[in-house]
């Protein structure tokens, strides 16, 4: 039976030329590769998102009836071949329409996919729409600009459910998902009033943390104590009381590979000739996803992708640039690692005033290493989302200006929320630095969710009964003291 390939884009594409010769190439080598793969086999899927009015979820609502339109009389499964957000879309698509039923996808492929988001997205449309490495003269549209910002809450949600899951969806009835990405930077398409398509442990568009499935979900609570007399006390320390690492997935890192453009572009720069040695890894990394058949074969290449991956970023460790700076210049590629922060109270509202501080060695923050933290961005839209990008590298050997001394082993962190006095107030606490925290939360590539749950303190004063007293008919409680009150667990 001839194999369906699905071709999904990523955002503010508007011509079915974004794929180049990724198809015809496939096509090319499938012979040798023993997959029977015809061109009548091969649907380069469009959507819009350059609209305004049309979100994530809208796309993957149509992608549901596009399939079942165009599809429903094929037999078998497709594979899927995704680009940047056309991930997202079909993650949604999966989340939304198959917990119930063999999906018709049986291989989902990523080539550079924004399933944690972009950094670039808090820019906002009109700085976005100058830069060439992802649109082409059309606005992006606000919606799926939104739900691609760091921290988006259906972003957070979709990936927490996929973190939280027992890991069975990823088997012969259910769905196989990959990543496949680069992590250089096209200077040629670099722009120089953005830092951004620049920044190290990406590929000008997405960070590699940002692609992999592969993260972890922490919840730290605030304590709080009963004494004999049943009254409450609430405790300056936090605790984790969640911890949960998603089901294995292969990730591939290939040599050389930006996110878009023709020279460099993980799937804009594929040649059809089978002869083009500079797209033979993404082929070769693609006919490897498309070959598997049960999960033991999943399994094996899960360690493959590693230690394929470890090669290439070892390899990639310095890179020297001439020619288009005024000397030449060379860039560490570290590994990173993306932490996305969630702060709410106990009662579900989010918190949206406070400070959060990392310590390191005696609780201090002055204890961490140089370089450690790359960058730091609040959600725009939920300001209780905070995403910080953390050089990995340094975090666990220490910054280069000082030997690799300064190498941190324990990790904390504190929490300064706000209002700290009246009626509803918080209190500020914190997680003394540990080893055990410094291991859960940090990993080479990867994102860490961590919740962390504040106690809401309400005054017991702010709802009194008082005894019938025609000397207190005319009491005001105008200025009730807040303060030396026992709270309401």
Same mark, same amino acid.
């Given at each position: ?32 590769n ?30 549901e ?19 940047? /957000? ?106 120089h009033?953005?830092?951004? /398509?620049?920044?190290m ?43 949960? #690492? ?40 693609i ?41 030449s ?14 702060v709410?109270?106990?009662e ?34 939920n ?10 590298d ?6 280069? #200006? ?88």
């Amino acid at each position: 039976m001839a194999t369906t390939i699905l071709f999904i884009h990523g955002w503010s594409v508007t011509n079915l030329d974004t794929y180049g010769d990724l198809p015809l190439r496939l096509l090319a080598e499938a012979a040798k590769n023993n997959i029977d793969i015809v061109v009548e086999e091969i649907f380069l899927g469009r959507y819009i998102s350059f609209h305004d009015e049309v979100g994530l979820d809208d796309i993957s609502r149509a992608f549901e009836y596009a399939i079942n339109e165009k599809l429903s009389v094929k037999k078998g499964r497709y594979i899927c071949i995704t680009h940047s /957000t056309g991930a997202p879309v079909l993650r949604e698509w999966w989340e939304k329409y198959n917990m119930n039923r063999i999906p018709p996808v049986s291989h989902l492929i990523m080539l550079a996919p924004a399933n944690f988001g972009s950094a670039l997205a808090i820019l906002g449309k009109g700085k976005l729409s100058r830069i060439k490495a992802w649109f082409d003269d059309v606005e992006p549209g606000q919606k799926v600009l939104d739900w691609l910002e760091l921290g988006s809450i259906p972003a957070w949600e979709l990936n927490k459910k996929w973190i939280m899951s027992d890991g069975s969806q990823i088997s012969n009835n259910g769905i196989f998902p990959f990543v496949i990405t680069g992590q250089s930077i096209d200077r040629k398409i670099y722009d120089h009033l953005n830092s951004y /398509t620049g920044e190290m442990g990406s590929d000008g568009v997405v960070r590699t943390a940002t692609t992999n499935l592969n993260s972890t979900y922490i919840k730290l609570k605030q304590e709080i104590t009963v004494n004999e007399l049943k009254k409450y006390s609430l405790s300056s320390a936090l605790n984790i009381t969640e911890y949960k #690492e998603s089901a294995p997935t292969p990730l591939r890192v290939i040599t050389r590979k930006s996110h878009s453009g023709d020279e460099m572009g993980i799937m804009a720069s594929v040649k059809r000739g089978t002869d083009d040695v500079k797209s033979a890894e993404t082929i070769d990394a693609i006919f490897d996803c498309i070959k598997v058949n049960n999960k033991a074969d999943y399994d094996l290449l899960i360690a493959k992708f590693q230690t394929a991956t470890d090669k290439v970023q070892k390899d990639e460790l310095n890179e020297e640039v001439t020619g288009i700076f005024k000397f030449s210049r060379t860039f560490t590629h570290n590994r990173y690692s993306q932490v996305i922060f969630r702060v709410t109270d106990t009662e579900g509202s989010p918190v949206t005033d406070f400070d959060l501080v990392l310590t390191a060695g005696n609780n201090n923050p002055n204890h961490l290493p140089a370089g450690f933290a790359a960058d730091r961005q609040q959600n725009s839209k939920n300001p209780e989302m905070i995403t910080y990008y953390f050089n990995f590298d340094i975090l666990k050997n220490g910054s280069p #200006e000082t030997n690799y001394k300064d190498k941190i082993i324990k990790l904390g962190l504190q929490i300064n929320p706000r209002p700290v006095e009246g009626f509803v107030r918080f209190v500020p606490c914190e997680m003394t630095a540990n080893t055990e925290l410094l291991d859960k939360v940090f990993k080479p590539n990867s994102t860490t969710l961590i919740d962390i749950v504040l106690h809401r303190v309400v005054s017991n004063e702010v709802f009194r009964f008082e005894v019938t007293n025609p000397q207190k008919n005319g009491l005001s409680f105008k200025k009730v003291d807040w303060r030396n009150k026992n709270i309401i667990k």
